[in-house]
């Protein structure tokens, strides 16, 4: 069976595209490398131990993404990881995040049903819920967004459902990813973010190895534990298998929309602390302001997802810093960029 994954030289579809092969799947990678680089793929390749095949493929155009299933015809689903991610960039420049995150989503969707592929899972995220009225977060909870990535993630959502509603046929499955972090046990793989990070971790590796003088902390005023904002950080490759286990339930048409998460809140300084155990020194940081946008608390519930996918997440805070230490520093300037 051949999935195509689009995105799948980023940071989360690489690695599962990695779990995907080791589950015995056959995999077509689509990418344009707006935001990840060949280097990705020749890793891929060699922690596979095979040429995975990938098609070079801008899937904002209807012609190349058409041309892909024409050219494919074995493709019988398709993960769905393709998209601009980054909230403040989608602030200033919303009409490019509509443009390539919708319009890859509606000819992909258009691309199946003329070539009758029928399953699609989809990566939206727990921006979706907002700034939740409880904790912790279930799938029934209220959606509200408050970015322009956000509202990209919503709409997919809401096409997909009336996609779906007209299509008998269609199976989707919509998982929302609370805070992927950590990389590949081999350190080959990982995150590798365009010049200063966004995220938490990704910036505490880079003040780990140097190339960050200190972390701004944003804000110790959050009704938390230690003031600080906590979020439910969940290892990559767990993220991964969440995906092999969702293909493998998409087994009947209609739409299932599971949380992604494990269920455990970290506040900001846990996060710190056990990077400074992982990387054997401290972090310098600093409080500042807290950042425009932020919430002070989000953790999933992640029952549904346990009884629907039969899938958990298993690894721990202290392997998802390990890990992403393991990658920054045998990788301190990311991917090469030949
Ligand atoms: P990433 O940027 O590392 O990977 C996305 C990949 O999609 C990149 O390789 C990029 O080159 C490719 N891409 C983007 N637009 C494309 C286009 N038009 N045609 C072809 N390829 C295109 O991001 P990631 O962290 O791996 O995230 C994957 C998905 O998960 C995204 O949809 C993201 O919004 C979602 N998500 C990520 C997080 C997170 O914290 N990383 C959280 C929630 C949801
Ligand atoms: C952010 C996005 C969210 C997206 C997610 C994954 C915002 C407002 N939200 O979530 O939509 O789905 O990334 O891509 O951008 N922090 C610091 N210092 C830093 C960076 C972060 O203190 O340098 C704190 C934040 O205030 C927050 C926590 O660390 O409390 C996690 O931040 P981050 O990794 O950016 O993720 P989210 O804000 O949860």
Redesign the pocket.
Known sequence: MRILV??G?????SHTVLALLDAGYDVLI???????KPEALRRICKLAGQDVPFAL????SEAETFKLFAENTDIEAVIH?????AVGESVHEPLLYFD?NLK?TLNLLKAMQEYGVHSFVF?????VYGDPASLPIREDAALHVASPYGRT?LMIEDILRDVAHADPALRVSILR?F??VGAHPSGMIG?DPNGIPN?LMPFIAQVAVGKLDYLPVYGDDYDTPDGTGVRDYIHVCDLAEGHVSALKALTAPGVYTFNLGTGHGYSVLDIVHAYETACGHAIPYAIKPRRSGDIAACFADPAHAREGLHWEATRGLADMCKDSWNFQHNNPDGYSND
């Not at 030289?9 to 579809?13: A, K, S």
């Not at 990566?123 to 921006?127: L, M």
């Open positions: 689009t995105g030289t980023g940071y989360i579809g689509a990418d344009n490398y707006v935001n990840s493929c801008d899937l904002r990881f393709a998209g601009l991610k390539n890859s990566s939206s995220s727990a921006t993630k990813y805070n992927p995150e995220n």
